[in-house]
């Protein structure tokens, strides 16, 4: 790693910082000094229960806390979070009132819809009034089919209100892929969008929806959002506005309901098999995503915040929740890459977003693109670039500051749908390494460990949480006895959470993560992390995307390179050495994969992860367990019986 960092933060930022008055707070009513982040993260996870607490306090939660911050367990996973606390996720998000905006909605073409925080609040109360008057209570599944819009977030906040359970897929899922996960969930209630736009196309859902209420016997009501001629109306349908009418609005009421109560079922990719429905708590969730917010995101009052994302990735959940830091909440529905990469950088300062969001491929693609967006576009208010689904490339923090801004905070943050939150993430008053997340996460006793479970330091290993947090998930929809939550996180290291990401901590006390551990490689016995091979050939103009894997050869591992090519590029013997040498240069001799092959395209997840697992099966002849998992399943076909694998 460089010994210069790439940014550092003023002293009047640091001054100024949530982090900094945070530190304070904790010393004034702890009598100590805590006089760094190590210090703050360290008295974060030896004293559990009295950094919760303040969390809650700084936050200013709204509810009854109980005395109790965390009652201990036999087992990690049974450790309860104030197990006296009564609360409500959607009254703390909607808490403040008046005519600023609490969202500002863009269309792909550019045109932008503001509700103020009375607009919303009125909205959610009509969504209320309609979901009681149609029996839904507590406990209940409300299902989504919706784009990135005001009224999906409107929904959501009028289920929470009332104790009912939340779950969303974005329309681009397939009719077997939102089968596979709302059909586990047992919704009453879908609420859909008729149609939407994506990369200048208008795209019916009829056929799609029709199918998924076919298959969802629990379904009574579907609730469509701007029905047209287009679409007829289907079985127990209604329009929105027509389901709406008879229910005026005006303050929305809230039921105070136990911590674990909860909150949302979200869905892992379901490339392995059956999507794992994974149930989060609404204390846990609020809490969670209150402290990433304010302590290591920044956000302050009237923030606006921006993150390019779908109703089908968790990142709609995280952003919605800064609502309760009283954030200007930036929503966007399209295709990121729109009008040439320009369409979200507009928004940015159109809007003038002071924290924008968005994944590490989005950047690779704009860097390729060459688009300079901080030569086009003023970015002035723009204080911190998250980035997030998948790592970072070294060279892509260079670009950042570069081509986007040389003053802005940049995080890039890890964690998952599993936990609704991050591990690794940023913190405003520390510097930006190259190629690194920041720090690890308040509270998160976050550790690296090898094989035996013993703790590693610039070495790889296994990412794992020693300690109970509170977005922990309550566990999985349909999982009685826990055997499925057990197994996903708590055999590999009996006791602990083991997450599934091969990943390092630093000399400077940050982290790397080197891909996802099912997916590392190990040729001749040497663990080699996918991200460190895209690191090398992604910068590379001829290459578009690539996946490596391992394929069993001569009772060995072997590395076999796919690379999606760049329009007009071939690969030809002297690219492939090019290639070769970069990884050789850049990672090591043991990372130059043995085979480069050029494919069409790279199967992803419909969030646009790339799916290494999947391809492995299919060159070895295996069964892919659920194509309909997959954004791109036709791209598969690509991988099957290449000539250039027989030898």
Known sequence: MNEEALWQPSAARIAGSHLTAFQRLACTTLNRDLPDYSALWSWSIADTSAFWERVWDYAGITGERGAIALQPAATMRQARFFPQARLNYAENLLRRTGTTPALIAYAEDGTARTWSRDRLRHEVARLQQALLAHGIVAGDRVAAYMTHIPETLAAMLACASIGAIWTSCSP?????????????????????????????????????????????????????????????????????????????????????????????????????????????????????????????????????????????????????????CDATLVLYDGAPLAAGGHALWRLADEARVTHFGTSAKFLDAIAKSGLEPGREYRLDALRTLFSTGSPLSAERFDWVYRSVKRDVHLASISGGTDIVSCFALGAVNLPVWRGQLQCRGLGMAVDVVDPQGRPLREEKGELVCTQPFPSQPLGFWNDTDGTRYRHAYFERFPGIWCHGDYAEITAQNGMVIHGRSDAVLNPGGVRIGTAEIYRQVENCAEIEEALAVGQRWQGDERIVLFVRLAAGAVLDTALEERLRRRIADGASPRHVPARIVAVNDIPRTVSGKIVELAVKKVIHGETVDNVAALANPESLADFIDRPELAS
Request: hydrophobic content about 40%; glycine content about 8%; aromatic content about 10%.
């Open 172 to 324: 681009d899922f397939g009719i077997d892929a939102a089968v596979d996960r709302f059909g586990q969930a047992a919704p009453r209630l879908l609420f859909c969008v008729a149609a939407f736009r994506y990369n200048g196309k208008r795209i019916s859902t009829a056929q799609r929806v029709e199918s998924i209420a076919t298959a969802l016997p629990t379904l009574e009501k579907i609730v469509l959002l701007a029905p047209d001629d287009d679409m007829p109306m289907p079985r127990h349908g209604i329009a929105l506005e027509d389901w709406l009418a008879p229910h005026p609005g005006g303050q929305p009421r809230f039921v105070r309901l136990p911590f674990n109560h909860p909150l949302f079922i979200l869905y892992s990719s379901g490339t392995t098999g059956k999507p794992k429905c994974i149930v989060h708590g609404a204390g846990g969730t609020l809490l969670q995503h209150v402290k990433e917010h304010l302590l290591h995101g920044d956000i302050h009052r009237d923030d606006r915040l921006f993150y390019y994302t779908t109703c089908g990735w968790m990142m709609w959940n995280w952003q919605a929740s800064a609502l309760a």
